[in-house]
């Protein structure tokens, strides 16, 4: 079964990739980054794909890769949307090519030109093959799944890779690690009450001067990020539990009924009832 999309698990892959076929609400799902470099292959439906504050526009059977601890977010345009999802251990993949810590990857839709278009086009082909075996469900699957994950990151590292250092960084590092450092905060807090002083402090900064730089650096408030990460797992959990919206509201960190329905809304382009009865309305873009 498809998964919602929204998630920031570190867990380690053990098998060295993930591969998941999701199921996306329409609207906006927050920043959030991992060590596994990810690839996203759109199956229906079209999205802007934010990484390190710079938007790209992927249409239904394209990909775009994201490297690894990239912070990254995703606007899906359909209220449904389906893509594969693919992570791929770095460390892993060290034993095909020791020296792979040395790449960066890079490939959106403004990395295809003349000379690299026919090998982006067989690499999205291999994504085709590889859902069409997902949905055939043979015995096999595990093992043709793995040969086209493989396939697909070998033509990634042959055609839209770099070495380290030839590819302009597109934020300053420092405060790239420390944005790192904030959503992962969030990630591990976002159910409890959360004051901007407790994550200024993780910084060293004063509260004052957290709120600009992060406003700076995310163009967004931290309070807007933090509703937006919660709003995010109460959408999934309308979904998949039976809880009801009050609880689901609660046990995600939101106590003002209020903000909650405004934020919801404004991301979604519905009410939490209507995700809950099955029912939800477009989503519009906040």
């Keep these: 079964m498809p998964k919602a999309y929204y998630e920031s698990s570190r867990e380690p892959l053990e098998s060295g990739f993930r ?15 991992h060590e ?30 994201i490297d690894s601890r990239q912070v990254h977010s995703t606007f899906t345009h359909d209220p449904t949307s389906m893509f594969i999802c693919i992570h791929i251990s770095r460390q892993y993949m060290e034993k095909y ?22 090998e982006y086009l067989d690499t999205c082909l291999l994504f085709q093959k590889l859902a069409r075996v997902y949905f055939r469900t043979p015995v096999t699957l595990a093992m043709e799944t793995e040969g086209y994950v493989l396939q697909i990151f070998a033509r990634i ?13 597109s ?24 004051r901007v002083q407790d994550v200024a402090d993780l910084l060293g900064f004063s509260k004052e001067y957290f709120c600009r730089f992060f406003k700076k650096a995310m163009g967004m ?30 046990q ?21 009832l209507s995700v ?10 906040p």
């Design 171 to 194: 934020a300053d590092q420092m405060t790239a690690e420390r944005i790192r450092n904030v959503i992962t905060y969030v990630a591990a807090h976002y159910q409890e009450s959360v």
């Design 36 to 65: 596994e470099v990810e690839i996203l292959f759109h199956l229906n439906g079209d999205s802007d794909i934010t990484i390190e504050k710079k938007k790209y526009h992927l249409q239904p059977k394209h990909m775009i890769v």
């Design 97 to 118: 090519l020791p020296d792979l810590e040395l790449y960066q990857f890079r490939c959106t839709p403004e990395d295809v030109n003349d000379e690299n278009f026919q």
């Design 157 to 169: 590292i042959l055609y839209f890779s770099h070495p380290q250092g030839t590819v302009p960084a």
């Design 276 to 285: 809950k009865t099955g029912n939800p309305s477009a989503a519009a873009e």
């Design 19 to 33: 591969v998941t076929y999701v199921t996306a609400p329409g609207g906006y799902h927050p920043a959030h980054w």
């Design 221 to 250: 408030s931290f309070l807007r990020y933090l509703n937006e990460v919660r709003a995010a797992h109460v959408y999934q959990d309308l979904e998949t539990t039976n809880l009801s919206v009050a609880e689901i509201m609660e």
């Design 252 to 272: 995600n960190g939101f106590t003002n009924q209020k903000l909650f329905n405004r934020i919801f809304k404004e991301i979604y382009g519905c009410t939490p």
